[in-house]
């Protein structure tokens, strides 16, 4: 079973716009990735956030996590037409390889 | 630099019939992985290969097999394909030696068995 649950499934907001996008997971990680897929695209990583790190910064993208609560939350600032795509967290466990489980996703539209 | 390469891109099978889809990458990456997405849904894992020479089950690897061929190339083996395998699958590379546990992945390979 999927390790991560996204809210919401579907964000439409319009350009310049701020956008918040959650996920919970449920067991103890080592770290969390967002990525982003363009349609019939593949994955291109966005952040990772270790689990002894509480918040995160990259250009417009602000990740954090709060482990207590298992949930993290990716937000992009003064958003744009290019950042239409749907958006993926992805944990790896404590334990064992360095496997990621996905989320299912938020599906992101940006309207001009 | 090509980064993740996978090929074919496209590709329609009937039942039955078998075929191996290839995944190259040129990062000297040590891991490698594929994972299949299904409509409105995220990547599983169906196979992953931490280091050249080894390889293991992911969440979904029923009907699949893999080879790690070298460093470069790890391919997945359909040997008997199923309507269910339909599917869109990402092969990925990771570093792993660096601290960096980000993922690279490929374009797609859009599988339709009927």
């Known amino acids: 079973s999927q390790q991560g649950e996204e809210d919401p499934q579907a964000l439409s907001i319009q350009e310049g716009e701020n956008a918040t996008m959650n996920c919970s997971y449920k067991t103890s990680i080592n770290n969390l990735q967002w990525y982003r897929q363009n349609s019939g695209r593949g994955l291109v990583h966005l952040i990772l956030i270790r689990s002894n790190e509480r918040e995160k910064h990259s250009g417009r993208l602000r990740v954090t996590l709060d482990t207590s609560k298992k949930s993290s939350s990716l937000l992009i600032t003064a958003s744009r037409a290019a950042d239409t795509a749907s958006y993926f967290c992805?944990?790896?466990?404590?334990?064992?390889?360095?496997?990621?489980?996905f989320g299912q996703g938020t599906r992101l539209t940006i309207n001009p | 630099n090509a980064g993740v390469t996978q090929t074919p891109k496209f590709q329609v099978l009937k039942t039955g019939q078998s075929m191996t889809l290839q995944c190259a990458q040129d990062m000297n990456h040590n891991s490698m992985y594929w994972y299949r997405q299904d409509p409105g849904m995220g990547l599983r894992l169906i196979y992953y290969s931490a280091s050249e020479g080894t390889t293991d089950k992911g969440e979904v690897p029923n009907g699949y097999n893999v080879s790690r061929l070298n460093k470069r190339e790890f391919s997945l083996r359909l040997e008997s394909a199923a309507p269910s395998q339909t599917s869109v699958y990402f092969c990925?590379?990771?570093?792993?030696?660096?601290?960096?546990?980000?993922?690279?992945f490929g374009p797609g390979t859009r599988l339709t068995v009927t």
């Open positions: 990925a590379s990771r570093d792993g030696t660096s601290g960096r546990n980000e993922q690279y």
């Open positions: 992805a944990t790896t466990e404590v334990q064992g390889a360095q496997k990621l489980v």
